[in-house]
Every structure is written in C-alpha cells, then in structure tokens.
C-alpha cells in the first residue's frame, strides 16, 4: 500500500510520523511525503491544535485532502494534537475522514492506518471532554506548581515509548530530531498542550541511545533535541533531573557531529547542565529557552517562574560560563492585563540580554486554558503593535550581533548545495535549521552535504552570514 504523510505543527509531530513511517514500512508499506498530484491509498495528516493560526493550517490540509479524497479515492486519516483534542467537531465539520486517532499509541495507529482495525478511530483515543484537573490553584500561584501532580480522567492522552521503535526519516537532510520526552506537568495559563499530550512522559536512556546511534549511522550530523520542557527529563521515572547524564551518554558517542539542545525551561537550567556543556564540545553552544516574558506580574499571571532577579541571574551566568553562547527565545506579548510598564520591562529586559534569536508571538486566546478567562484581554491592535516593537528592537540587536561576527571562524554544517554553483548553504552552532538564519558558504572545492567546515565570515546581512570556505577536508575531531 502506498501511504503518504502530511507532517504539521512542531519537531515532536515529525518524530511522532517517523516512528510511524518505521511501524508502517517494516509492515511492507510504501510510505512517502504525500502528494496531491500522485493521490496515495491512504493519507495521513498529522494535526496541530496549539493556536488558531495552526488549526486553521490544519483544517485546511483536512479539507484539501478531503477534495482529493472526493476524485481519487484515498483514505483519508487524521491524527495528532487537534485530533485528539477536537474528535467530535472534526467528524462534523468532515464527515469523510475515514479514520481518526489522537496522540501516541503508534502501534495501533499503524493499525489502523492499514485497514487492519475495524473501528474508525481508536477507542482510547480522549474524547473532547478529557480536560485537566486544574485544581484549586489560583494564576497566581507560585513556581511550586511546575512539579505539580495533576490528574487526568481515565482517557486521557498520554505519549509513551516503552520500547525501541523503527523509525524512517521522510525527509533527507543531514539534522533530525531526538524527542527525549512528550506530554508537560506545568500549568502555564495560556497553554493547551497538556490538554492534548498529556502528562510528562521520558523516553527511557537506552532507548534514546540507540535512536541516537541509528541516526548517526544514517547520516544525520545534527541531533536536535527535543521536548515540551528538556530539563524536566527523567524526573517522572527517578524523581531527579537527568538531561546533563543523557547529554553525557549522547556526547559520548562516536563520529563527528553536534547536539542542539531546544525547549529549556528556564527555573531548571542546572549548573550540571552547564557544565556538562562545557565539558563536550559536541554539544553546540546554543540554548533555546522560552521565556515567554520578563516581567514578574505577567510571568505570575502565566504561571511561569516569575522571579525575574532569578531568571537574569542564570542568563549572565550562561553568558560568563559558555562564551559564544547562542541564546534564542520565545515571547508572548500582550498577555491578559498586560500593562504599558509590563511590556517596557520586557523591552528594556531584552536590550539587556541581547539575545542573539528570538521569536515574538502575540497572545492567542486559548479555549480551555485558564488565560482565556482572565479579565482585560489586550486588543489585536495592541498585541500587534507590541510585536512589532519588539521585532524591531530585536532586528537591530541581531544585525549588529551578525556584524560582528565578519572576519571570525566559524565550524559549519554543510545542509545544500547550490546547483551548479561553488555555494552551499549551511549552520553554525548559532543557527538552528529553519527557525533562525543560515550561513552561505562559497567553496571552490567541492563539499558534500553533512561535511562540517571552517567558514571565515566575510558578509552579514540581518539573520544570514556569508562566508568563504577555508577548511573544505573533514575535521576529524571536534
Ligand atoms: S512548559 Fe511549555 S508545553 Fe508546558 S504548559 Fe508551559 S508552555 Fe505549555
């Protein structure tokens, strides 16, 4: 059976539909990008439901496949977040889906993608009433609650890799995703994924390493690593943090290549996560830390660590402790209440930081997360008008980081190859794949995509850096 994938939303759901591409393929199954111009026998459009702009992108694939459906006849499968959180108003909206599953359990969505269950959706799967037990927790409670306990009804969702699955990598390029964990026991007001992955969930070690070693072993040059909170990891199996001793065995490996660590929430930024930063160089300096804020009053309002004296303190110690250290961010402007002085502090927060990437989202109002109540919402033109400052602010901060980086060295991962050209395309450790910039190489020697070089940067423009090849053999050791 030819099955095609339709891959939306974040790194996780890419990991999610390679595990099930591995289940699918070793069953005998043709899996590839999918495509409406060659219409497979079954396609499976994996949703996002993090905030309206990803739903409307999500129903939109639904409905293009549903008219592909309608003249070619192929299955039509949706699963992933916006399943799992919205069944019932899926089928109703579109009553053709053939079948629909939420998140996890990839041996019984491999199933039923096949044709080989019955049922047009899983049975487990959470019906859209699984909601959480929030508890008597007001927002503005403390940081004690991001090891909160919360329960789930009977049906809740929850992602578990109890064991080594296959895995096939839909696309080829010389980075990929290690998802360590999935689910998130914090209770951020705006945020509705715990509503639809469920609670904290670590991958076991072994597991992860071996994953790892097969990714090396098929190319992969970059290992991303990936979850909803990255330091929280092992703590749901022996109740202690164990990224830094993960990030040790994974370093530990053989061959030449990085790690890039994403989503760090920033209370549990440890000092041995630092230092075992600093001990492996394959570990690239680049942190990406979603602050969302940084003032006190709005971080307490979002249930987020709000001691900002706290929060600074650790990204000056990043800055003394790992030079070169590329800091990205995530912000979120105009949160419920948020005032004039509140967005000020962020501001003059970030020209003190400097952060070298950054993302700025406005405030969407989530249905079913506590934010969605708050009173004095911000109007559009506000959160907009936010946004842009601060996209401004950020632009010169980035230009001028980028200036400075002409006439420096920099090791680079070869990701492209103009066609018939002496110019790749590639990243440093301060650009993570198709979030941040990249670095154009020119190389009158042939390179090979996945070689890492040494690049002296001779241009910069605000986000890319462009430079000449000096090192075009491989490097042995990094
Ligand atoms: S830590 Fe991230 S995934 Fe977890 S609730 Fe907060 S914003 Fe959502």
């Not at 508890?135 to 890799?161: W, Y």
């Not at 071996?210 to 990891?233: C, F, P, S």
């Not at 040790?248 to 440890?270: C, H, K, M, N, Q």
């Not at 927060?349 to 952060?355: H, M």
């Amino acid at each position: 059976m030819r099955i095609g994938m339709v891959t939306l939303g974040c790194d996780k759901n890419t990991v999610d539909n390679e595990y099930l591409a591995g289940l699918l393929g070793r069953d005998g199954h043709a899996v590839e990008v999918a495509d409406p111009a060659r219409p497979p026998d079954v396609v499976v459009i994996t949703t996002c439901g993090f905030i309206q702009a990803a739903r409307d992108q999500s129903l939109e694939a639904i409905a293009e496949w549903s008219r592909v459906r309608a003249r070619s006849g192929t299955r039509l499968g949706v699963i992933g977040c916006l399943a799992q959180r919205s069944r019932e108003d899926l089928l109703r909206r579109y009553p053709d889906i053939d079948f629909l599953a939420g998140v996890g359990e990839f041996h019984k969505v491999a199933r039923l993608v096949a044709g080989e269950q019955r049922s047009r959706f899983l049975a487990d799967t959470a019906p859209e009433s699984a909601t959480w037990n929030l508890g008597a927790q007001s927002p503005a409670a403390n940081e004690t609650i991001e090891f909160d306990d919360r329960a789930f009804s009977d049906d809740a969702p929850r992602v578990l890799v109890p064991e080594a699955l296959p895995r096939t990598r839909l696309e080829r390029r010389p980075h990929g995703f290690l998802k360590i964990s999935d689910g998130c026991n914090h209770t951020c007001t705006f945020c509705s994924i715990p509503l639809m992955k469920g609670v904290y969930s670590s991958v076991p070690k072994a597991i992860l390493l071996d994953e790892a070693r097969r990714m090396l072993d098929e190319g992969i040059r970059e290992i991303n690593v990936v979850a909803q909170d990255i330091t929280k990891y092992g703590f749901d199996i022996e109740k202690r943090f164990m990224l830094p001793e993960l990030l040790d065995a994974l370093a530990s490996l053989s061959g030449e290549f990085w790690i890039r660590l994403f989503y760090l929430y920033p209370s549990t930024v440890t000092t041995d996560l630092i230092q075992v930063m600093q001990s492996h160089p394959k570990i690239a300096r680049y942190l990406d830390i979603p602050l969302q804020h940084l003032d006190p009053a709005v971080l307490q309002r979002m249930r987020r660590p709000h001691d900002r004296a706290r929060t600074m303190d650790m990204l000056r110690r990043i800055r003394a402790e790992l030079p070169d250290c590329a800091l990205r961010t995530t912000f979120i402007v105009g949160f419920p209440g948020e005032t004039p002085d509140e967005f000020r502090t962020l501001m003059d927060s970030v020209r003190e930081i400097r952060f070298e990437r950054m993302g700025v989202f406005t405030y969407s109002r989530e249905p079913g997360t506590p934010a969605a109540d708050l009173p004095n919402q911000v109007t559009d033109k506000v959160k907009q008008r936010r946004r842009e400052k601060l996209m401004k602010l950020q632009s010169g901060i980035s230009a001028e980081w980028a200036a400075a980086q002409v006439g420096t060295e920099r090791r680079v991962l070869v990701e492209s190859a103009v066609p018939g050209k002496p110019w790749y395309v590639g990243r440093s450790h301060s650009e993570a794949a198709d979030i941040d910039g990249v670095v154009r190489v020119h190389s009158e020697t042939p390179l090979a995509v996945g070689d890492f070089v040494t690049v002296r940067i001779t241009e910069a423009d605000v986000y890319d850096l462009t430079g000449e090849a000096l090192v075009p053999a491989r490097v042995d050791t990094v």
